[in-house]
């Protein structure tokens, strides 16, 4: 689940990526998108076919089932404003959840109040679903980056790692493309940047190992 109430702050980037960084590892994927908006759907009618292929979960944000029998991975963006009803029956389908925090004042603000609700939740609670925090569009000079690790080390959230603000994202993603799938030598640093996400999502659940 990529999760964050305030709008902008890159969910649908999250969500595209780790679907298809998924689907390059040849695993089952499928992209769920409750968000009216449906910028992962309108990614995905992009996609070229020549490319790993993704799945398309289509879901009813009124009650969110299972995925697709077969399924191996599946990603699900998210509006903003996610909370109460919905957010506990998407938290009931989910391992893990991704939140993405831009580092300034009123993104911080509006993450907090998300957490609180999250710490509340069953699931989170039992530790039967993981939460991660995701550092977006970062640069690591300013004065607001400096700020972000001290604010959340009052959740007691990890900061799994930053992701810098870069035109490789908005060239890629308006052609339903991803950094994963643009050559090696011209996103070696993009990539390094997500290898720490990625590799907690593969970990299995605290109550697995």
Known sequence: LVANPKGG?????LSTH?????AWQEYAVMLGD?????????????RPKQLP????????????????KGTQVVVLDTPAGLHGKTLKQVLAQVDKVIVPVLPSAFDMWASASFFDELAEMKAVRREAV???IVGMRINARTQAA???????EQYELPLLTTIRDTQLYVQTIQR????????????????DQ???????LQQPKKDER
Do not use: Y
């Open 9 to 13: 702050c890159g969910k649908s980037t």
């Open 18 to 22: 780790i679907a298809a960084w998924f």
């Open 34 to 46: 409750i968000d009216r908006q449906h910028s992962s759907h309108r990614w995905l009618d992009l």
């Open 53 to 68: 292929h993704i799945g398309r979960w289509e879901l009813d944000d009124d009650k969110i089932a299972r995925p697709p």
């Open 130 to 132: 993981e939460v991660g």
């Open 146 to 152: 400096a700020q972000l690790q001290p604010f959340l």
């Open 176 to 191: 339903g493309m991803t950094i994963f799938d643009m050559p090696h030598n011209r996103t070696e640093r993009d990539r």
């Open 194 to 200: 997500w290898r720490p996400l990625l590799d907690w």
